[in-house]
């Protein structure tokens, strides 16, 4: 039965192997670059030497095993594609459709883009995950503009609510 090879623990040093690590044997007979007593005196600094089995010219270019699902790994998924908010496509829709002067005899979807709009302003700030945004911003800004535009219609008698323009 032939022995297997110790088994290796990722970055670890391989089982059996002394940790933390004896300083090199520079003495030749063997006692690990000890003294007698077998004390080392680790006040005085080895030089730092690069193993004679290493493998990898530079350190930084060494590989990494990370664990599955880590992020920038091979097998992680990949990063979900940002979702659009739907409070700010529906904002967005109400606030164009009430911008057409025909609906303004009827102005409520310029009125509903207002709070519709602040709504996905705050969902996409909540959630990151989120956009948006300008959509949501956009439409207040028009639907606010709008029921103004509205509003002075209505004052100069330009326009009447509900029995169409003129």
Do not use: K
Not at 138 to 162: C, D, M, Q
């Amino acid at each position: 039965m032939a022995s297997e090879p110790p088994a290796r623990s990722g970055i670890l040093p391989p089982d059996g192997v002394p940790w933390p690590p004896q300083p090199p044997d520079r003495s030749g007979d063997g006692s690990g670059g000890a003294p007698a007593g077998g004390q080392v005196d680790w006040s005085v600094p080895t030089p730092a030497r690069r193993p004679d089995d290493a493998d990898v010219a530079d350190w930084r270019a060494m590989p990494v095993d990370v664990p599955p699902g880590y992020h920038g790994s091979s097998s992680a998924p990949p990063a979900p594609a940002p979702r659009l908010d739907a409070w700010s496509v529906v904002a967005f829709v109400c606030a164009l459709v009430g911008a057409v002067p025909l609906t303004w005899a009827l102005p409520v979807l310029s009125v509903l883009a207002v709070p519709f709009g602040l709504a996905g302003r705050r969902n996409c700030q909540l959630d990151p995950t989120l956009r948006g945004r300008l959509l949501a911003t956009a439409a207040v800004v028009i639907g606010v503009a709008t029921v103004a535009a509205v509003g002075v219609l209505l004052a100069t008698g330009h326009l009447s609510i509900g029995t169409g323009s003129g």
